[in-house]
T-cell receptor
Framework: DAGITQSPRHKVTETGTPVTLRCHQTENHRYMYWYRQDPGHGLRLIHYSYGVKDTDKGEVSDGYSVSRSKTEDFLLTLESATSSQTSVYFC??????????FGSGTQLSVL | DQQVKQNSPSLSVQEGRISILNCDYTNSMFDYFLWYKKYPAEGPTFLISISSIKDKNEDGRFTVFLNKSAKHLSLHIVPSQPGDSAVYFCAASAGSGNTPLVFGKGTRLSVIA
């Protein structure tokens, strides 16, 4: 997985609780991304980062925040999880903003 | 509005035959296109790409064709093998920099032995 580690791999939480997903890379790539995959929707971009402390919103950013304090770590936070945020979350990295390399994913269930 | 469209949610092909997966796009600024393959419980992996200055790129059993005038690309897999059964995502880029890839919804390919 091109030196990308997502944690946790699986998580079950309750509606209204905060959740943080972590993405860690060992490739020193500049760009990092968070996508969610849902049936019938494919891969949708939540947030992305083009450098330390530089982040931007994707097409489905509502309800999510991100932080990147170090090159290697990109955190995705659900401040107050909702059932609509039940999904598989993928972190991806790239050096040139093309040809992304994906992590193995985090299965999140919000009950 | 979807900028990258994969209109066939699923495709079933017999082993040894050709698989053709299609992708259409609407943004004329896209100049680089990629195909990703995804197995269950794994992250998507890069398969093949093509720049807008080309109309064909081949890598072993995989060939991607680009028709810029029609804003259409296709992925050909010949011959198809059972291990090719996966979800295939088409993606497009409008150039390097702060312009993330845009993905289609994916096509699930089943290769039947």
């Amino acid at each position: 997985d091109a030196g990308i580690t997502q944690s946790p791999r699986h998580k079950v939480t309750e509606t209204g609780t905060p959740v943080t997903l972590r993405c860690h890379q060992t490739e020193n790539h500049r760009y990092m991304y968070w996508y969610r995959q849902d049936p019938g929707h494919g891969l949708r971009l939540i947030h992305y980062s083009y450098g330390v402390k530089d982040t931007d919103k994707g097409e489905v950013s509502d309800g999510y925040s991100v932080s990147r304090s170090k090159t290697e770590d990109f955190l995705l936070t659900l401040e107050s999880a909702t059932s609509s945020q039940t999904s598989v979350y993928f972190c991806a990295i790239s050096e040139s903003d093309e040809k992304l390399f994906f992590g193995s994913g985090t299965q999140l269930s919000v009950l | 509005d979807q900028q990258v469209k994969q209109n066939s949610p699923s495709l079933s092909v017999q082993e040894g035959r050709i698989s053709i997966l299609n992708c259409d796009y609407t943004n004329s600024m896209f100049d680089y296109f990629l195909w990703y393959k995804k197995y269950p419980a794994e992250g998507p992996t890069f398969l093949i790409s093509i720049s807008s200055i080309k109309d064909k790129n081949e890598d072993g059993r995989f060939t991607v064709f680009l028709n810029k005038s029609a804003k259409h690309l296709s992925l050909h897999i010949v011959p198809s093998q059972p291990g090719d059964s996966a979800v295939y995502f088409c993606a497009a880029s409008a150039g390097s920099g702060n312009t993330p890839l845009v993905f289609g919804k994916g096509t699930r390919l089943s290769v039947i032995a």
